[in-house]
C-alpha cells in the first residue's frame, strides 16, 4: 500500500507540473535601408491558424494582411485565425500569443514597410514560455532568419546608373591643327613647283636647246628631248614663264 501511494503521489505530481500551451513571444527588430541600424518595430500585428504548414500558404501580402491562408492543393480559403496575437511596443517582446495545438502555422505583418513573415511552429513538450527573436531587413525581397521566413513583394532591384553623356565642347575650343601633319584641304606642293610630273613644269633632263615642252617632261630624258613637241623650235603655243610657278587651279 505504501508503495502505490508513492506512484499515485507521483503522478498527480507529474501531471501538475504538465502544460499544454506555451506563450510564444518575439521581440522584432527592424532595418529599413540597407547598411542602417536595427530598431524596435512599433507597428506590428500577428495571429495564427492551426494549420500544417505544407498544406496552407500565404498567397500574397493583401491576404497577409487580411489575415487570409489558402491550401496549396485544393485553393481552399480560410480568413478567421485560430489565434490573434497581442502587441506591446514598449516592451523587449513586442508580440505574444498563446499557442495550444501540436501544428500552427504564425504570421506577423508589418504595413509601414509592406512586409510579412511567416512560420511554422510545433508545440513543445511542457514549455510554458519561448522568447524568440525576428531580425526583418525590410530593403531586401526575401529572407530567412531564426525560423521565420521573410518577404517583401514590392522589392525592385537597384538598376545601374546609366552611363554620363560627354560633355559639349565649349565654343573656340576647336583643335588646332597641326602644322607637321598634311593637311586634305590644301594641295601637296603650295608653290605648284613639280617634281616632273606636273604639266608645264621644266624638265630636269631637257634638250640643249632649252626648249620647253607642253606637256610633262621626263626625268633623264636625251638631247633629242623625246618629250618635247618640236625638234627645238618653238610651238604655235605660248611657252610659260620659267619664273611663273603654276598651280593646279590654273
Not at 513586442?94 to 504595413?111: A, C, G, K, W, Y
Not at 605648284?192 to 615642252?213: A, H, I, L, R, S
Request: with cysteine; aromatic share 8%; charged share 25%.
Amino acid at each position: 500500500m505504501v508503495v502505490a501511494l508513492a506512484l499515485a503521489l507521483c503522478t498527480v505530481g507529474c501531471y501538475e507540473n504538465t502544460v499544454g500551451y506555451t506563450i510564444f513571444r518575439t521581440a522584432v527588430k527592424i532595418q529599413s535601408t540597407e547598411g542602417g541600424d536595427y530598431v524596435g518595430a512599433r507597428d506590428l500585428y500577428t495571429y495564427a491558424y492551426y494549420v500544417d504548414t505544407t498544406e496552407w500558404r500565404i498567397a500574397n501580402y493583401d491576404d497577409a494582411c487580411n489575415m487570409i491562408i489558402t491550401n496549396k492543393l485544393s485553393g481552399e480559403r480560410r480568413e478567421t485565425p485560430d489565434v490573434y496575437g497581442e502587441m506591446n511596443p514598449s516592451s523587449e517582446y513586442q508580440l505574444s500569443m498563446v499557442i495550444n495545438e501540436p501544428l500552427t502555422l504564425m504570421v506577423v505583418v508589418d504595413p509601414a514597410n509592406k512586409v510579412y513573415a511567416y512560420r511554422p511552429f510545433t508545440l513543445p513538450i511542457n514549455l510554458p514560455q519561448i522568447d524568440t527573436k525576428l531580425y526583418i531587413a525590410a530593403w531586401r525581397n526575401s529572407h530567412s532568419t531564426g525560423g521565420w521566413r521573410v518577404v517583401n513583394e514590392f522589392y525592385k532591384a537597384p538598376q545601374p546608373e546609366p552611363d554620363p553623356e560627354p560633355e559639349p565642347d565649349e565654343p573656340g575650343t576647336d583643335p588646332q591643327p597641326n602644322p607637321n601633319e598634311p593637311n586634305p584641304d590644301e594641295p601637296n606642293n603650295p608653290d605648284g613647283e613639280g617634281d616632273g610630273n606636273e604639266g608645264g613644269n621644266e624638265g630636269e633632263g631637257g634638250n640643249e636647246d632649252g626648249n620647253e615642252g607642253n606637256g610633262n617632261e621626263g626625268n633623264g630624258g636625251d638631247d633629242e628631248g623625246d618629250n618635247n613637241e618640236g625638234d627645238g623650235s618653238e610651238d604655235d603655243t605660248t611657252d610659260t614663264p620659267t619664273d611663273t610657278p603654276t598651280t593646279d587651279n590654273e
